[in-house]
């Protein structure tokens, strides 16, 4: 009898019980905490917390000219063009068949749209007004609750992490192919209070949406990605 190493590429297996697991587990814990915090914002109607008016009063005490356009710099990354650009090269490495990455990188690009719509849904339902006018360094769109640019740039990480980390063979590799796409989306959320547009529970729940989405949806992408990338000339795909 065969070892696990040998079964064929996509084949089920401890490594992807485990991930699956680990992904019910965080969209479980997040959906969750993101609850308890709608819950909370909406008896509020809204208003901001305690918490947040300070951290909102501590960054604009602390904001210069200098950090600001750093991270005007960095949010600009999270959202818009750079971001579907991100989530279709995911797709595309996913499949990493030439003949079909393009297949790959439009369900990137669908799966970012998904989590978009769904984001906006809910920030729409529960119509959070964004922190003063006056404190804003940038434009911003849209109601507060859950940030886009950090749902966006989060669900683009898991994404991005997810595929790089199953491609890397050094462990080295793998800790920076979840290292850095994390880190970047951090810092993207991070932006969004520094620039006075976001109160800091809404880039909470915006890391606690991404949470729920990618731990929902993550698995059956990766199947999908996997069956569009499959040899179809190998006998064990049962073609």
């Known amino acids: 009898m065969g070892s696990a190493s040998d079964l064929p590429a996509g084949a089920p297996g401890p490594r992807r019980s485990r991930a699956e697991t680990a992904s019910r587990l965080v969209a479980g ?3 969750l905490l993101l609850t308890g915090l709608l819950c909370a914002v909406v008896v509020r109607n809204g208003r901001p917390f305690p918490l947040d008016s300070g951290w909102h009063r501590w960054v604009l005490d602390h904001r210069s000219a200098e950090l600001s356009d750093v991270a005007v710099a960095v949010t600009n990354t999270g959202a818009g063009a750079c971001a579907y650009v991100l989530a279709a090269v995911a797709g595309a490495v996913a499949v990493g068949r030439r003949g079909r990455w393009w297949l790959g990188a439009g369900v990137g690009f669908a799966a ?24 804003w360094v940038t434009h911003p769109s849209g109601f507060a609750f859950p940030s886009g640019h950090t749902t966006t740039s989060a669900l683009v990480a898991a994404g991005l992490a997810a595929v790089l980390y199953r491609r890397a063979r050094h462990p080295a590799v793998r800790v920076a192919a979840v290292a850095i796409p994390g880190l970047w989306a951090f810092a993207v ?7 006075g547009v976001h109160w800091p529970t809404d880039v909470l729940a915006g890391w606690l949406l991404a949470g729920v989405l990618a731990g929902v949806f993550l698995p059956p992408l990766a199947a999908l990605l996997g069956w569009i990338g499959r040899d179809r000339n190998n006998p064990y795909n049962g073609a």
């Not at 959320?189 to 620039?195: D, E, H, P, S």
């Open 29 to 31: 814990l997040s959906g």
């Open 112 to 135: 970012l749209l998904t989590g978009q719509l769904l984001r906006t849904s809910l920030a729409t339902i529960v119509g959070r007004a964004r922190p003063p006018v006056a404190d």
């Open 189 to 195: 959320g991070a932006t969004r209070i520094l620039l």
